[in-house]
């Protein structure tokens, strides 16, 4: 019935245990973790919302990282203080996913560029209540529309890439310069939203909604929590990281997330659409299967466990089997860099059995001036001279 985020740290060498505290998050509220402390502030006298070690403070005395009065005392900044890579590789990805539910966020942008210590809070209020869809899509984020969004610069190439490769640093002339780290990412192996229904039976009222490979390129498929059996397509030994496998999800997912890797801008609508339909589908038939699969629990449980086992494997291995057309349809209209045309929804035929001439897209303007700005007249189209 409650959400709580805690962070802890160890004592370090020599010593046992740890220093930790806990903040639970209202009801009315949303928050975010992304691999650096968020909680600054202990609010002490809370013990309804607040829970702490005994020795937070103390301890932080002890070492010398805090010797402040009590008030003051900011967990996060006494046991890590935060770095250029802790602001715009961890506390950004919180700031992007608040900032799109709370007008405010960019008062807080001068704290993730590292101009001010005030950090933003632990959690805020969305402007509307939020669905399960919604915190699918906010999985999805490359700080679209923000000051760090990663389609706006040279690096995201001709095709507006919103992806950068690892190493996430490199340096030029001797200083040190990042890639962003979004919360979308191709290094993903899977992601999922978990929904929670304390009014529903325990086997039917968790849902982990569960994705392989990049959240931005997956389909959510509801995995209820009472399933008794892993879908084919998600089990781990379906290839390997070492065997390509033309069932499992997983290969599907980054076959298809590879090739709009290559050419992100022209391909993400198609990909979109598919994404959409899916996810929607799944979506709308959760009612009716939540009420068959409650009305089956009244009676046997195992009926209903047994139902839901199938339905979660269905629509898993339905999911894969969709995206493999996805990828080869993919495949097909973007071949070679041309793109087939389409006409009520098929590719248009030139009326000799074969596709009518493709469109040549080519690249942007802003590539092509570039490569104008660093070639000069090498590519400059002039009349011979005799």
Request: charged fraction near 25%.
């Amino acid at each position: 019935n409650e959400a709580w985020i805690l962070d802890l740290i160890g004592k370090g060498p020599g010593r046992r245990g740890a220093v930790w505290v806990a903040v639970r998050i209202p009801d009315d509220c949303i928050a975010g973790h992304a691999n650096y402390p968020r909680i600054h502030k202990i609010p002490m006298d809370d013990k309804e919302n607040c829970l702490y070690s005994p020795d937070v403070i103390s301890f932080a005395r002890e070492m010398g990282y805090f010797d402040g009065l009590n008030k003051d005392f900011s967990f996060a900044r006494a046991y890590s203080p935060a770095d250029f890579g802790a602001l715009r590789a961890c506390d950004a990805r919180v700031w992007s996913f608040f900032r799109k539910y709370d007008s405010t966020m960019d008062n807080y942008l001068p704290y993730v560029n590292g101009e001010s210590a005030e950090p933003f809070p632990l959690y805020v209020k969305p402007s509307r209540k939020l669905s399960v869809q919604d915190m699918k899509e906010a999985m999805r984020d490359h700080f679209e529309d923000t000051p760090f969004d990663m389609t706006q610069d040279v690096g995201a190439g001709p095709f507006k890439v919103p992806y950068r490769f690892r190493p996430m640093s490199f340096e030029v002339d001797g200083k040190s310069y990042c890639m962003e780290r979004a919360i979308a990412t191709q290094q993903t192996g899977f992601t999922l939203v978990g929904q929670m229904r304390n009014w529903l039976p325990d086997p039917v009222g968790g849902v982990l909604w569960f994705g392989v490979d990049d959240a931005n390129t997956c389909v959510y498929i509801p995995m209820y929590c009472g399933i008794t059996q892993v879908p084919e397509c998600f089990s781990p030994e379906n290839g390997s990281m070492y065997d390509f496998s033309w069932t499992s999800a997983f290969w599907i997912h980054n076959w298809v997330a590879n090739m709009a890797y290559a050419r992100y801008e022209p391909m993400i609508g198609d990909i979109r659409k598919v994404q959409s339909a899916v996810e929607t589908s799944l979506n709308l038939r959760q009612p009716a299967v939540d009420k068959a699969a409650v009305e089956l629990y009244a009676t046997s449980p195992q009926e209903a466990i047994a139902y839901l086992t199938q339905y979660s494997c269905d629509a898993a291995e339905a999911s894969t089997a969709r995206w493999k057309k996805l990828g080869e349809y993919l495949m097909v209209k973007f071949l070679d860099g041309n793109v087939k045309q389409e006409e009520n929804g098929k590719f248009k035929d030139n009326g000799y059995g074969l596709p009518d001439s493709p469109l040549f897209p080519g690249y942007s303007q802003e590539y092509y001036e570039e490569i104008v700005r660093q070639t000069g007249e090498r590519f400059l189209e002039t009349p011979p001279k005799h």
